[in-house]
């Protein structure tokens, strides 16, 4: 079992830059990818980012690509969300998942089996 906590969402202006943060502890050894999700009020969870940590393969939806970038620290099993030139539309809960090996599809959100408890994160002025 791993736990995730995810950290950092907040309130910033159109434009604005925001970091989210998530540690993982428990069985970390299981970890292959780390990755970020969304989820706005009355849509579906969708996917932002992912990072493959060993190697640091890092993989983007195309509505962050070019804003956010996603970083990982294998040996303090964590991972950080650097989002910048942040837009109204960017305003959900994310949330910080992980999995094993799987399949090739980092975006799918059924494929991850740890989740954490999500932070808000608002983008308005």
């Known amino acids: 079992q791993v736990q995730l906590v995810e950290s950092g969402g907040g309130l910033v202006q159109p434009g604005g830059s925001l970091r989210v943060s998530c540690a993982a502890s428990?069985?970390?050894?299981?970890?292959?990818?780390m990755a970020w999700f969304r989820q706005a009020p009355g849509k579906e969870r969708e996917f932002v980012s992912a990072i493959r940590l060993k190697g640091d393969y890092t993989y983007y939806s195309d509505s962050v690509r070019g804003r956010f970038t996603i970083s990982g620290d294998n040996a303090k099993n964590t991972v950080h969300l650097q989002m910048n030139s942040l837009k109204p539309e960017d305003t959900a809960v994310y949330y910080c998942?992980?999995?094993?090996?799987?399949?090739?599809?980092?975006?799918?959100?059924?494929?991850?089996?740890?989740w954490g408890q999500g932070t808000q994160v608002t983008v308005s002025s």
């Open positions: 428990g069985r970390t050894s299981n970890i292959v990818y």
């Open positions: 998942a992980t999995r094993g090996i799987g399949s090739a599809a980092v975006g799918l959100p059924n494929d991850y089996d740890s």
